[in-house]
């Protein structure tokens, strides 16, 4: 089975609202509610920015939320800020015993 | 503060074998499970393989099931991911991970070292 998939690319002005969608199956995504979902700016390792669908680590922006409807997760940034400009990666636990990453979405903050 | 850090990468060639350590610090390590999620350059994230806080429950990919081995040892803060039978599309960088919770072994990575780098070529 292959990977998740999420857009290659969204963009967005600052103050401005953006939604990354992340796209599986009744196997990963629509089975459970395991979905997270990962910042990672260039040459650093990744961030969890929110886990189990909706729900956000201490310290994180509330700016970052997160939902689930069917078999596709989205992570909505509100308020973009230029400090928001990086890779996102939507992960979910699948049936298999295994972990299922999305291929990884660029922001670009105009 | 919660640390992580990986050692042990290094150039080898295909059909090589190395052997990576992941150090942690800053919590009660034999509480969490941890994780390998390798990131080939340029590519997106991989998950590899996780083990339980016990070291009893191991999960692999398919993609190296079979090549890997992971492993802790609890009383040196430490998880082992043993890589063998190298092949040039293992090269990665290999993040060490630590589980939200005792039970998060497959679905939260919430702390992440700096990686250490594979290159696999002959």
């Known amino acids: 089975q292959s990977g998740l998939t999420q857009p290659a690319s969204v963009s967005g002005s600052p103050g401005q609202s953006i939604t990354i969608s992340c796209t599986g199956t009744?196997?990963?995504?629509?089975?459970?509610?395991?979905v997270s979902w990962y910042q990672q700016h260039p040459g650093k390792a990744p961030k969890l920015m929110i886990y189990d669908v909706s729900n956000r680590p201490s310290g994180v922006s509330n700016r970052f939320s997160g939902s689930k409807s069917g078999n596709t997760a989205s992570l909505t940034i509100s308020g973009l800020q230029a400090e928001d400009e990086a890779d996102y990666y939507c992960?979910?636990?699948?049936?298999?015993?295994?972990?299922?990453f999305g291929g990884g979405t660029k922001l670009t903050v105009l | 503060e919660v640390h992580l850090l990986e050692s042990g990468g290094g150039l080898v060639q295909p059909g090589g074998s190395l052997r990576l350590s992941c150090a942690a610090s800053?919590?009660?390590?034999?509480?969490?499970?941890m994780s390998w999620v390798r990131q080939a350059p340029g590519k997106g994230l991989e998950w590899v393989s996780s083990i339980s806080s016990s070291g009893t429950t191991i999960y692999y990919a398919d993609s190296v099931k079979g090549r890997f081995t992971i492993s802790r040892d609890n009383s040196k803060n430490t998880v082992y991911l043993q890589i063998n039978s190298l092949r040039a599309e293992d090269t990665a960088l290999y993040y060490c991970?630590?589980?939200?919770?005792?039970?998060?072994?497959?679905?939260?990575?919430?702390?992440w070292g700096q990686g250490t780098m594979v290159t696999v070529s002959s």
């Open positions: 800053g919590f009660t390590f034999s509480s969490y499970a």
């Open positions: 009744s196997s990963d995504v629509g089975g459970y509610n395991y």
């Open positions: 992960s979910s636990y699948r049936s298999t015993s295994t972990v299922v």
């Open positions: 991970a630590k589980g939200l919770c005792d039970t998060c072994t497959l679905t939260v990575f919430d702390i």
